[in-house]
């Protein structure tokens, strides 16, 4: 197991398997800018389902035990089942989740969970379908996500990880009514505070709804107590209803946990992050389809996270909460 500058160690791997999303987010791909005249990725510049596994391979014997799955929108990217197989197959991978917008998880849901998914994660930042149009597109239907939900329980995957974010004056008027719909439903929510990830989304401060905010307005509704992660590594603050369920809330940018950060995420045009705010990625698919020996690409990746030494989110609040002016957008790598 490696360890980098600040002696975190490597358990997870985050891969993004296409830049292409249904949902135009104005916190990740608003859609003035991606329009339909936006050039995404071709196909021929991101990585195949072989390469993907076998760099996911070579993480595994740095002590990567856990892959998640994103996008962009990952069930854009045709079959995807066959690479959760291949993933599956690894010596060392004990959970591959994915995390989705739920927009396609109806037709997906029981082959995901075939080929060896463990998990799924699924974004609902609003239960109002007119919020919904506004947020994300007005061709989307609400419902289309909630029959997703569904399809994902019935195929096994319960409890189901919704998450939200919440944004100030967009929908966290919402936060006790996402809280009931799902501690009713039997699913996990995590609330996230709206972040600073990439460039694009115009983030200020002013427009964050803190974690206590968030579990102050829980708290006044539903009787809630503390209760311990599930690992240390874990970046939810985790509450249980005192008459059952559970709730958890992301803090990045009001109560940072770079500090147990293990986390390292590769592109979908093969670049290495060792940050969600990271500026700058490091190239692996060139090496990769020069031939690269597997010896010599396991050297390189360890190299890449025993000189690691982020900790934005520390950075960021120690500076007023000022974002940084350059950073690499979510959607290119899944948040």
Not at 88 to 110: F, S, V, W
Not at 304 to 330: L, N
Request: glycine fraction near 8%; charged fraction near 25%; aromatic fraction near 8%.
């Amino acid at each position: 197991m490696v360890v980098d500058t600040f002696t975190r160690p490597l358990t997870d791997l985050r891969i993004s398997v296409t830049d292409r999303c249904n949902f135009r987010c104005h916190y990740c791909m608003p859609s003035d800018i991606f329009g339909h005249d936006y050039v995404f990725l071709r196909r021929k510049e991101i990585l195949t389902f072989e390469e993907i596994a076998g760099v996911a391979g070579i993480f595994a014997k740095l002590g990567v035990s856990k892959i998640r799955l994103t996008g962009g929108e990952p069930l854009l990217r045709a079959d995807l089942e066959l690479l959760i197989e291949m993933l599956a197959k690894i010596p060392g991978i004990k959970d591959i989740a994915l995390t989705t917008n739920g927009y396609h998880l109806k037709e997906k849901a029981q082959a995901l969970r075939q080929a060896g998914l463990q998990r799924v994660t699924i974004s609902l930042d609003t239960l109002k379908p007119d919020i919904l149009k506004k947020l994300a597109g007005g061709h989307l239907e609400l419902s289309r996500v909630l029959e997703g939900i569904s399809a994902a329980v019935a195929a096994g995957f319960a409890p189901v990880k919704l998450n939200a974010v919440i944004q100030k004056g967009v929908n966290d008027t919402e936060i006790v009514d996402l809280a009931r719909f799902a501690k009713t439903g039997g699913h996990i929510l995590r609330f996230i505070e709206y972040m600073d990830v990439g460039t694009l989304n115009g983030w200020r401060m002013d427009e964050v709804v803190s974690a206590r905010e968030i579990l102050r307005t829980i708290s006044a509704e539903m009787a809630v107590e503390a209760i311990d992660k599930n690992y240390h590594s874990e970046v939810a603050n985790r509450y249980r209803y005192l008459d059952g369920g559970e709730v958890g809330i992301i803090s990045s940018v009001t109560q940072p946990f770079c500090g147990d950060c293990t986390r390292a995420r590769l592109s979908a045009d093969g670049k290495i992050y060792t940050c969600l705010f990271a500026q700058l990625g490091y190239d692996i698919k060139t090496p990769l389809r020069a031939g690269i020996a597997d010896a010599e690409l396991e050297g390189l990746l360890s190299s890449i996270w025993h000189k690691r030494a982020d900790r934005y989110s520390e950075e960021r609040t120690a500076d007023s909460g000022t974002a940084s002016p350059r950073k690499v957008e979510m959607y290119q790598i899944g948040g």
